[in-house]
């Protein structure tokens, strides 16, 4: 069993910025592929970053050049910076883990809110 923990969501104006982080914990040697999806009000679930345990990322293109996705394999950690935040970008952000084909694991998710 893997457990996700996140942190780092509040509240930001348009244009800032945010650090989320996900702890990984149990087993997580098994673990090949980290990530986050997010999830807005009236709206399917999707992709914002992934990162693989070789460092091999993926991005939605909605983030692509203003987030970015890191992982401390030594920590059990991944992280997603996010830059230049627009006000379409408020949804709960939820960590999942990938052993192997589907997504495992997922976190509780944090809510991140940015203000026009």
């Known amino acids: 069993q893997v457990q996700l923990v996140e942190s780092g969501g509040g509240l930001v104006q348009a244009g800032g910025s945010l650090r989320l982080s996900c702890a990984a914990s149990g087993t997580t040697f098994s673990i090949n592929t980290m990530g986050w999806y997010r999830q807005a009000p009236g709206k399917q679930r999707e992709l914002v970053a992934t990162?693989?345990?070789?460092?091999?990322?993926n991005y939605g293109d909605s983030v692509k050049g203003r987030f970015t996705i890191s992982r401390d394999n030594a920590k059990n950690t991944v992280y997603l910076q996010m830059n230049s935040l627009r006000p379409e970008d408020t949804a709960v952000y939820y960590c999942?883990?990938?052993?192997?084909?589907?997504?495992?694991?997922w976190g509780q998710g944090t809510q991140v809110t940015v203000s026009s």
């Open positions: 990162i693989t345990i070789g460092g091999s990322t």
């Open positions: 999942g883990a990938k052993l192997n084909i589907i997504w495992n694991y």
